[in-house]
């Protein structure tokens, strides 16, 4: 397995939440999976790279005092 990116955005407020997802047709949040994806409500997430192939992710960073953030795309790509 393998880190996609961690977040590094700053909203403003006491307390972050995280949300990873992932692009298919439309964003939607990521599940944890067992061997393809975990760390789906943390600052690093990591996916299986053979099995997220081709997968463009973000995070959405909340804070109590903020509207959510979103961070760049990130798209995995795996080779042999």
Known sequence: SSDVCSSDLDP?????SYRWQVYNGGWANVANT????SNNTSPTFTANNKLANGNVFRV?????????????????????
Not at 12 to 16: I, K, M, P, R, V
Not at 34 to 37: P, T
Not at 60 to 75: E, L, R
Request: hydrophobic share 30%; proline share 3%; aromatic share 10%.
């Open 12 to 16: 403003s407020g006491d307390t972050l």
């Open 34 to 37: 067992a061997g393809k994806y």
């Open 60 to 80: 959405m960073i909340t804070g109590t005092d903020s509207a959510p953030v979103y961070s760049s795309n990130a798209t995995i790509t795996y080779t042999v």
